[in-house]
């Protein structure tokens, strides 16, 4: 069982981040030399972000990890357009970074519903912000939320959703747009252990159930759900935050979420970047 | 013990076992036996000579009052006159106040600069200015129309303004994802989410309407509710004076429940809220 797993092992040890994509021109986003600081409360700026490169293809599912304030949020919002970007050369889809892109969405831990729409203008807000007319974006919504199991609350309201529906319905607001990139930060992180892998599970189908090939990035501090989700892992260093190591998850798509618990080669790979992990989240 | 324990047991008895109470022990049993409780405390001081009925009056007498003063044309035209001044200080109030108040909310600036100004304002005995406001516009209805306006202005204005200043961080992180213009995250994250707030200023301010214009009456002019009663109290008619009390109670209490019934409505989500 053991020497089955070696070949494993070492592919997904320590690559150079060159290696996840040859050829940056084509990557969907390429971050080069990336710093970023902020004022302390003493005043004094302080590195968040420090010195961050690395290339992500299009199409490919892309989990950013590393202990908690190492700068994984603040390196998504850059990327976003969220945060001013301070330093270095960032290309999203061909340019700049830019907040409210319409081919760019996102979702973050807290759902951010508006608790006077109902589910289906929840979702539709997105696309009545691109203009898309009511009708059409009424259709879109309901038919979004039928694809994420909520085809029986379309007319509920927020506080008529547990945790799990808000976030699928904050899922559906994000993806019924189609667009090209899906930047999320934690997006799973208020719900509990089995309703989260649920819900992982609604967002690969939720992919699946694109059109076209959709780039994602997703900041967690859940080792589990970014082997279950990713490509490729980006684990950064405790504060300030770089890339550490980089590791391609090979388990063939299309995925279970559920079913991978447990599954030995999954258990395998979470040993294998647990013990780098841990030495940051250690020392922190 | 703790309130965060007490908490949701309440919640789930006022929700799902409200209905299954004895009617006796139902608020509004408990609000008529209250009120019972009062007028007949009332009713035996009168009796046993503990107040002055001539002054203090009795339950039954104003009861007698009432339907003396309730068929004559006199306490209609009043009661009109009175209602309309409420209804016009309150409806140029309002859009005053809304208006000062999205202003305000929405520009920090601004904002910071005015805030000092309006407290001032607001805190300038406004009864006192009768006298003025009737060598302005004369004694009919204009003064009374402009001493409610005042009141209710900085009534709504408040109301906005803290409405305003609660944004919510996660919806404004979403707008600015989503692409929103400064435009659009006014009207379709940061009103939408005043309006709880503003509706219940409304009924405020319609209260305050009221005592705007019933304050004014009381110091001027003689026509209106106001009016009626100083008239009454000057002539020590304590049975007429309380009778027309009631009037004005009840159209309050009347409208504000309208205002209550319309919040209802328009927020046919907030009920689903646990916040
Ligand atoms: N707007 C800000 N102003 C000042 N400091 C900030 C700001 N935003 C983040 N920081 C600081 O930057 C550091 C990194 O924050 P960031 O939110 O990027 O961490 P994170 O990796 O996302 O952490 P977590 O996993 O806990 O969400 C933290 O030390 C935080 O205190
Ligand atoms: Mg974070």
């Excluded at chain 2, 005043?194 to 004014?216: D, H, K, M, R, T």
């Amino acid at each position: 069982m053991s020497l089955e797993l070696e070949p494993a092992r070492t592919e997904n040890r320590k690559m150079d981040t060159q290696t996840v994509e040859p050829g940056a021109s084509g990557a969907a986003i390429s971050v080069r030399n990336l710093f970023h600081a902020f004022p302390h409360a003493s005043g004094a700026p302080m590195r968040v972000v420090n010195d961050v490169s690395f290339d992500i293809a299009p199409g490919q599912f892309v989990s950013i990890v590393g202990p908690s304030g190492c700068g994984k949020t603040t390196a998504l919002n850059v990327i976003s357009g969220l945060e001013q970007q301070q330093s270095g050369t960032i290309s999203v889809l061909g340019k700049p970074p830019e907040a409210g892109r319409p081919e760019i969405a996102m979702a973050f831990a807290r759902d951010a519903l508006l608790p006077w729409r109902d589910a289906t203008d929840n979702v539709a807000l997105s696309l009545e912000l691109q203009g898309v007319e009511k009708a059409e974006r009424r259709a879109r919504a309901a038919e979004m939320l039928k694809v994420v199991g909520l085809g029986d609350y379309l007319h509920a309201y927020r506080g008529q959703l547990s945790q799990g529906m808000r976030q699928r319905v904050a899922l559906a607001r994000a993806l019924v747009t189609r667009p090209q990139l899906l930047l999320l930060d934690e997006p799973f992180a208020a719900l509990d252990s089995q309703t989260r892998v649920l819900v992982q599970g609604e967002l690969l189908r939720m992919l699946d159930a694109q059109e076209g090939p959709v780039t994602t990035v997703m900041v967690t501090h859940d080792l589990a759900e970014a082997i279950a989700l990713s490509d490729v892992i980006l684990l950064m260093s405790r504060r300030p935050g770089t890339i550490r190591e980089t590791y391609r998850i090979d388990i063939p798509r299309p995925r279970d979420a559920v079913a991978l618990r447990g599954n030995s080669h999954f258990n395998e790979l979470h040993e294998n970047i647990w013990q780098t992990l841990a030495e940051e989240v250690r020392e922190v | 013990m703790s309130i965060s324990t007490a908490t949701p047991t309440k919640q789930l008895s006022a929700k799902s076992f409200g209905n299954s109470l004895p009617r006796w022990k139902s608020p509004l049993a408990i609000r008529i036996l209250i009120i019972a409780l009062i007028l007949a405390a009332w009713e035996l001081s009168a009796n046993n000579g503990w107040v002055d009925p001539l002054f203090a009056s009795r339950p039954t007498d104003v009861v007698q009052a009432l339907g003396n003063i309730l068929p004559t044309s006199q306490l209609w035209a009043d009661a009109g006159y009175t209602l309309t001044e409420v209804a016009i200080g309150y409806v140029i109030g309002i859009t005053l106040g809304v208006l000062i108040g999205v202003i305000l909310g929405s520009s920090r600036i601004l904002r910071e600069a005015c805030q000092p100004i309006l407290n001032a304002l607001n805190s300038v005995p406004r009864i006192a200015l009768v006298p003025l406001f009737v060598a302005w516009l004369g004694l009919g209805m204009g003064p009374r129309i402009l001493m409610a306006v005042t009141v209710v202005v900085f009534v709504m204005v408040t109301t906005v303004l803290t409405a305003m200043s609660q944004p919510d961080r996660d919806s404004m992180l979403l707008a600015r994802s989503l692409g929103a213009s400064r435009r659009e995250q006014l009207v379709k994250f940061e009103l939408p989410r005043a309006v709880p707030v503003v509706i219940s200023g409304l009924e405020l301010a319609l209260i305050y309407s009221f005592l705007g214009v019933i304050a004014a009456e009381i110091v001027s002019g003689s026509n209106g509710l106001g009016s009626r009663m100083t008239y009454y109290a000057n002539l020590f008619q304590a049975d007429n004076f309380f009778a027309v009390l009631v009037v004005l109670t009840a159209f309050t209490t009347l409208l504000t429940a309208a205002i209550r019934r319309i919040e209802k409505r328009l927020l046919h989500w907030h009920k689903f809220e646990d916040r």
